[in-house]
């Protein structure tokens, strides 16, 4: 089979791999026939994500058809139509049961993690051996570990397009509301328009957020979001951002959503051999955050960092008596039902941000064309 494999910084290549097998009785194979790159497929291009082994299959958003199931697989049966939760939990242990499944404790036994962390959060597809270590999406076929409780049945009456994002950037866009209190009312500002930013925008909107301000410098992403009825800031304009903010909000917002990403942010992840002693320099989005809140406000980190930032504007959190809150990967399972019932209905369409469609073979050019945001490109459904 076709799968896009990891091989260095801003090298990646769909190649010929074996098909992958049931190992596990609770395992299901699924034949994949939707896939996609996320913003989070950027931080592995361009290695800034620990433990990348050369030959590791990335991906993490897929749906498909199950092709095979083991023996304990019960309310799963050969044929279905199905979307995978990016991270993989088992659905038994404590975090599981308390519906914390993104910290699912059985499935990511990564040592590094531990030593970095405390403790290690779920195994996630296709984000390296600090991640668990599994084969990803992006790819013909796909083990899924606890099947049962990893993937989705879609009824008939849902096209693919819009089912495929259930995988991350619904459940993802959503959690970052839910983290941040979004409610009626409130204002909220989203920091990096990517699908993430955008979708929680939309989530805001419809949770009736009084006023949505959206932050970025790409003309679509800003214009997308004009659409959606957000007032727009485009930083790169901007001398001050945040008194831009304050002169829409003159109290500060009430809810900051940090949406866009680390490698955006200056703070750098060095490679896994420098790992003790990491040096990372200032994040300007995280103190941007800080300063822009409302007293006692909010702020939601959906977008993913790693490891160590300095110059941590640690006073305004203090003084302002702000909620700064880590997202950590969305508990998709926790979610979803409530969110394919929302599509259903037609309340929310994630389709407003797929702009392009590709093939498998052409992965590896469009992990280029996404990396310098070419032509618009937002996010892609990728037929396999
Ligand atoms: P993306 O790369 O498409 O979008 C990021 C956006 O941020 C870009 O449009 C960029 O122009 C903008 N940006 C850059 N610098 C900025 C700045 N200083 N201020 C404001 N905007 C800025 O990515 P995406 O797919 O939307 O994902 C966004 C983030 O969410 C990524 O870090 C990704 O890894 C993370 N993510 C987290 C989860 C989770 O469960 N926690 C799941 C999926 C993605
Ligand atoms: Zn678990």
Not at 78 to 88: E, L, M, P, T, Y
Not at 191 to 217: M, N, T, Y
Not at 323 to 349: M, N
Request: glycine share 8%; hydrophobic share 40%.
């Amino acid at each position: 089979m076709l799968a896009l494999r990891w091989y260095g910084d801003k090298d990646v290549r769909v190649e010929e791999v074996p098909v992958p097998t049931i190992t596990e009785p609770a395992d299901v194979v699924v034949k994949v026939t939707g896939t996609t790159v996320c913003g989070s497929d950027l931080h592995l291009y361009h290695k800034e994500i620990l433990q990348l082994q050369k030959g590791e299959i990335l991906g993490h958003e897929f749906m498909g058809i199950v092709d095979e199931v083991g023996s304990e697989v019960i309310s799963i049966k050969k044929g279905d139509r199905v979307v995978a939760s990016f991270q993989i939990a088992c659905g038994k242990c404590q975090f599981c049961k308390e519906g914390l499944t993104s910290m699912c404790d059985r499935t990511n036994s990564s040592a590094l993690q531990e030593k970095l962390y405390g403790k290690p959060f779920a195994g996630l597809f296709g984000y390296s051996h600090f991640a668990g270590g599994f084969a990803g999406g992006q790819s013909e076929f796909v083990r899924v570990p606890f099947g049962c409780f990893n993937l989705l049945k879609i009824p008939d009456h849902v096209p693919n397009e819009k089912a495929l994002y259930l995988s991350d950037i619904v459940p993802t866009s959503y959690h970052a509301t839910v983290c941040a209190d979004v409610k009626k009312g409130k204002s909220v500002a989203v920091w990096g328009l990517g699908p993430v930013g955008l979708l929680a925008c939309k989530w805001s909107k419809l949770e009736g957020a009084r006023r949505v301000i959206a932050i970025d410098q790409i003309p679509e992403r800003l214009a997308l979001a004009q659409d959606m009825g957000c007032d727009t800031i485009d930083f790169s304009k901007q001398k001050d951002l945040v008194s831009e903010v304050y002169r829409l909000e003159p109290q500060g917002v009430d809810c900051c959503i940090d949406a866009a990403a680390f490698r955006y942010t200056k703070t750098l992840l060095q490679s896994a051999e420098r790992l003790v002693g990491l040096e990372t320099d200032s994040s300007e989005i995280p103190n941007e955050t800080l300063r822009a809140v409302r007293k006692f406000g909010t702020i939601a980190i959906v977008a993913d960092y790693a490891a160590m930032t300095n110059q941590f504007l640690i006073g305004a959190l203090m003084e302002k008596g702000v909620t700064y809150r880590g997202c950590g990967q969305a508990p998709v399972q926790e979610y979803w039902h409530q969110l394919l019932e929302k599509i259903e209905s037609g309340e929310f369409d994630p389709t407003v941000v797929l702009t392009h469609r590709f093939s498998i073979e052409e992965l590896s050019d469009l992990y280029e064309a996404f990396d310098k945001k070419k032509f618009g490109l937002m996010k892609t459904y990728v037929q396999t």
